[in-house]
């Protein structure tokens, strides 16, 4: 079975976009997307080997999924092709790993979503022409999807590491991919990305668990330098149709995110972040699994900002509305209460703190902590933990809080001990005492 290249299709199965962020409901059946579906909430990325020998799905679903929708090792594959042959057997599952989503700045309203993400791979040989591929666990189909006949994988694509820390099971992995730059601008991409790297590895908390993150950079060529600005009229031809304006919000810059994963899931389908640097120097950017920025002096504190929402669940804590939004406070950051007891970071309140918190009484940016009231696009009904943390204000610094739930969601999605063995011989006391469990570091 091939572990080669693949290129991938994002499939339309994101009935999670758009969701309300409090409301992980029941399963539902997303059969709508028509040449695809899967059971419950979910995204199903899918591709074909370069050798076609296999194809490979990458599945995210609600966590924890449906009782009826355990994905275990034990899936089974049925493949129908254009001729209608079949063939059928036992799917390889590997890399089961725990991801959050949230994006709160997005077009599409916004969502937040706890999933599980499991790769699998499927033996077809040359039988994938238009082929119906269906998948079931315990006797229950939970996918199905039409592979196309002919998938291309774009032959003009570079990668590169640029600090790589361990293997890509135990580490998050983030991948930085160019837009809008030209053949003659690979070099430019190579200095904008690593600027963007060493800015946020050198950026708290990022900084003191940089062993957690594995970044590569995918230099790809576009026709045009720059992005899209449609309140302007400029339209340019890059390689992944980024575009200001997304949703009518000037700032907000998105990618066409299929293109994007059709690349990097094709080189890296272990990535869990995805950061489209946009070579447009205008001010924007904007959350969710695939990232964007541009390269406006202000983008490494804007891509971090961005992956504080992606990577650590974070909410917007800026009152700029962005369309219609409820008053809801699901992340760690926000609270519908300025009431002690009921504040999720009351454990960083010192006694004596004023609640609500008025901004008068800040002595930094992040300090004291306590109940500002104003955030995640409101001005009243919501209160954030400092007076104007990165999650406020880009260039700022992330609050105690903000850094305490980053650090909570890194371990969750990473690990630093790779291998665990207990002592085979039989020890002195003393020995025993320093030896119950030793552990190997990666």
């Not at 409301?23 to 370069?50: C, F, H």
């Not at 950079?217 to 899209?228: F, L, V």
Request: aromatic share 8%; proline share 5%; charged share 20%.
């Amino acid at each position: 079975m091939s572990s080669g290249k693949a290129a991938w299709l994002l499939l339309l199965l994101m009935s999670v976009m758009g969701c309300d962020p409090v409301d992980d409901g029941a399963a539902t059946d997303a059969a709508s997307s028509g040449a695809s579906r899967v059971q419950g909430k979910a995204w199903l990325l899918y591709g074909v080997a370069d050798d076609g020998a296999s194809i490979v799905t990458r599945i995210w679903r609600s966590r924890p999924p449906p009782a009826n929708l355990g994905l275990s090792n034990d899936l089974n594959f049925l493949i129908t092709d254009s001729m209608g042959s079949t063939a059928e057997g036992r799917a390889l599952v590997t890399n089961h790993k725990h991801a959050q989503f949230s994006e709160v700045d997005g077009p599409a309203g916004g969502y937040h979503w706890d999933a599980e993400s499991t790769v699998v791979w499927i033996p077809i040989g040359d039988a994938h022409d238009q082929a119906t591929v269906s998948l079931t666990s315990a006797g229950m189909e939970v996918a199905s999807f039409v592979v196309p006949s002919k998938i291309a994988l774009h032959s003009s694509h570079i990668v590169e590491e640029i600090s790589v820390t361990g293997a890509p099971e135990s580490r998050i992995n983030i991948v930085i991919i160019g837009d809008g730059y030209t053949a003659n601008e690979a070099a430019k991409f190579q200095s904008d990305s690593d600027a963007i790297a060493n800015f946020l590895l050198s950026t708290r908390p990022y900084n003191e668990y940089r062993n957690l993150f594995n970044i590569h950079r995918i230099i790809t060529e576009s026709a045009e330098s720059g992005a899209d600005h449609p309140d302007l009229g400029i339209d340019v031809i890059n390689r992944f149709g980024s575009s200001f304006n997304c949703g009518g919000i000037p700032r907000s810059l998105c990618a066409n995110d299929s293109l994007v994963f059709s690349v990097v899931l094709g080189h890296l389908p272990e990535t869990d972040q995805v950061l489209v640097l946009v070579n447009d120097d205008r001010y924007g950017g904007a959350g969710g699994q695939v990232a964007t920025t541009s390269t406006h002096a202000s983008s490494p504190y804007i891509a971090v900002h961005e992956f504080g929402h992606t990577l650590a669940g974070l909410a917007d804590e800026y009152e700029t509305a962005t369309g219609n939004r409820p008053i809801i406070a699901p992340e760690a950051n926000v609270s519908l209460s300025s009431e002690l007891g009921e504040i999720k970071w009351s454990h960083w309140i010192e006694d004596g703190t004023m609640l609500p918190t008025r901004d008068a009484f800040a002595t930094s940016n992040v300090e004291p902590i306590g109940a500002y009231e104003g955030a995640r696009y409101h001005s009243i009904g919501i209160f954030r933990p400092a007076p104007a943390c990165k999650m406020r204000e880009s260039e700022s610094e992330l609050c105690a809080v903000c850094v305490e739930e980053s650090v909570r969601r890194f371990h969750s999605q990473s690990s630093l001990i790779s291998q665990l063995r207990r002592p085979l011989a039989k020890q002195s006391t003393s020995q025993v005492e320093q030896l119950l469990l030793s552990f190997k570091l990666s």
